[in-house]
């Protein structure tokens, strides 16, 4: 009897401390701390074609952090067009293990996989930066032009830099 009752007990405490130790593990790793994490800015751009505003054009935002999120906003009559803030919850940011960087990705759909990109950046820090901010805020895409490859530094980082492919000016 009394060697069942030890069993017993020893099956639990196995439990019990397989459980804390997993959980620990996890809170410690960030596998289930999820937290709000900002995908993008608000955007504002103008759409233009030699100098000229382009109307009733779709632009496309898509924004991958492991998952694509993508949303899209039709030029107006000056060629205008916005996008909200993009957040999301998740266990990214916190988890140790997960060094996984975030695109985001403004275009014109034209048949191919990248489209006609105005706005092409992969951050991997400084992801909620009021560099970043103060760029997507003010965009002006001129599709008749070449794209150019721009290195801009982060104001909170001087070290550090974005690099920005696309047909907007910086």
Avoid at 26 to 37: H, R, S, V
């Amino acid at each position: 009897m009394l060697s069942r009752f030890k069993a017993y007990f020893l099956v639990i405490a196995a439990i019990i401390i397989i459980f804390t130790t997993t959980q620990a593990c996890a809170d410690m790793f960030g596998f289930f701390n999820k937290q709000d994490f900002v995908l993008s800015a608000p955007v504002k751009g103008q759409l233009l074609d030699k100098g000229q505003p382009v109307a009733n054009t779709k632009v496309v935002r898509s924004l991958t952090y492991g998952d694509e999120y993508k949303d899209e906003a039709i030029t107006d009559d000056n060629g205008y067009f916005t996008f909200t803030e993009k957040a999301i919850k998740t266990g990214k940011p916190s988890n140790m293990f997960d060094n996984e960087s975030l695109i985001q990705h403004i275009y014109i759909e034209n048949g191919t996989p990248e489209g006609i990109v105005l706005w092409y950046l992969t951050v991997s820090m400084h992801e909620d930066s009021d560099t970043l901010k103060d760029l997507l805020a003010d965009l002006e895409c001129d599709i008749a032009e070449e794209p150019q490859t721009y290195d801009i530094p982060i104001e909170e980082a001087q070290e550090h830099f974005f690099t920005i492919y696309g047909a907007c000016k910086i």
